[in-house]
């Protein structure tokens, strides 16, 4: 795996760029590279949501030329990747063809399987939403996040083909970081980091639908967190988990190891807090903003009144303090919400007087 450093680049903008599917993840690249000056045509099998996307500046409606066409951006759901890829290098008979679907092997074979490899080049940009349609499009999904390019390992170790730099270039004026890695190591980084708290959420999630309605009265944030990505769309989680089966059942297996020894680790409590104290450790190994390591934030908590403007009223007092997450946590039988505040340790303390003195109530 490599990392590739985009800051300073002096690369020259993409030629004429065709986005196939207008959908959140479409749209939303069609916005960055139209808001960094480039040609954006917008096709999609339904033309409503490209005549959407092209209303809210994702690119427009109206056909390249096809042989000045440089670059076509595949943004279709997993089981129609292979497909429309080598239905694009027919369409687009000089442009380099990426898709940014969640897995990357399988349609790599099957593009190579059909002779349509010389210009197909598979990437996939880690960002994205449970939410789905160009009207929940953003230019800035991309930004300061990872964007991988998938090339076989042979190819990691010169330097990336003309078709390889153009999807660097587009992850480039999308604002991604870039990493190379193979379509195999990148499928099996994906299944731990991606596909498998998928299934965690859909696991916690489905457990609601059994016992009493009345305990969900007692649901916090936590709940809230941990089973926010089941309510993604299960069709199109559906062929994303179906291309990736192998890697997948490999992390569910050691879930399920895992899973056993904290049941038989519940009536000892010396190897129980060894378990937690592994997952907290696993939490620090996740990477902080901008890929760079992890940082110890400071939480500082603001209750805020069920009031129209009170939370808009909270941010502008903040100041200039940079902060750098937040969650929101109801409590219902109070009529209101405590307000989680990161910030950097040093800052903790001026923010926490600051919020006092204007009358909020901070713990």
Request: with cysteine; aromatic share 4%; hydrophobic share 40%.
């Amino acid at each position: 795996m490599t990392t590739v450093d985009t800051s300073g680049s002096s690369t020259p903008p993409l030629g004429p760029t065709v986005v196939v599917g207008a959908g959140l993840v479409g749209a939303s690249i069609g916005m960055a590279l139209t808001a960094a000056g480039v040609s954006v045509q917008l096709v999609d099998l339904l033309p409503a949501h490209a005549q959407v996307a092209a209303t809210l500046g994702a690119g427009k409606t109206t056909p390249h030329p096809p042989e000045q066409v440089e670059l076509v951006v595949v943004a279709v759901p997993p089981d129609h990747i292979a497909a429309t890829v080598m239905d694009a290098l027919a369409r687009w008979p000089r442009a380099t063809v990426t898709d940014v679907g969640s897995v990357k092997e399988r349609p790599a074979v099957e593009i190579h399987a059909a002779g349509g490899g010389e210009r197909y080049v598979g990437s996939h940009p880690m960002a994205g939403s449970q939410q789905a349609g160009p009207l929940t499009a953003n230019a800035d999904l991309f930004r300061d996040r990872t964007w991988v390019i998938a090339v076989p390992d042979e190819q990691q170790q010169q330097q990336l083909s003309e078709h390889a730099n153009r999807v660097a270039r587009l992850a480039r004026c999308c604002g991604a970081t870039i990493v190379v890695m193979s379509p195999g190591d990148h499928d099996r980084a994906v299944a731990r980091v991606s596909h498998l708290p998928h299934l965690a959420s859909i696991l916690v999630a489905q457990g609601l639908l059994e016992g009493p309605a009345g305990y969900l009265q007692l649901a916090g944030q936590g709940l809230r967190d941990v089973t926010r990505i089941a309510g993604s769309d299960p069709h199109l989680w559906r062929q994303i988990i179906g291309g990736n089966r192998g890697a997948i059942r490999a992390e569910l297996e050691g879930l399920r190891s895992r899973l056993d020894r904290i049941i038989d680790d519940l009536d000892d409590d010396e190897r129980l807090t060894e378990d937690l104290e592994e997952g907290r450790a696993g939490t620090r190994r996740i990477p902080g903003k901008h890929g760079a390591a992890p940082q110890a934030f400071v939480k500082v908590t603001v209750e805020i009144p069920d009031q129209p403007g009170a939370l808009a009223t909270l941010f502008q007092q903040i100041g200039e303090t940079n902060v750098e997450d937040l969650q929101i946590e109801h409590d219902d039988a109070r009529n209101l919400g405590y307000l989680a505040i990161f910030v950097r340790p040093e800052d903790s303390e001026a923010v926490a007087d600051r919020m006092r003195s204007l009358g909020w109530r901070v713990s």
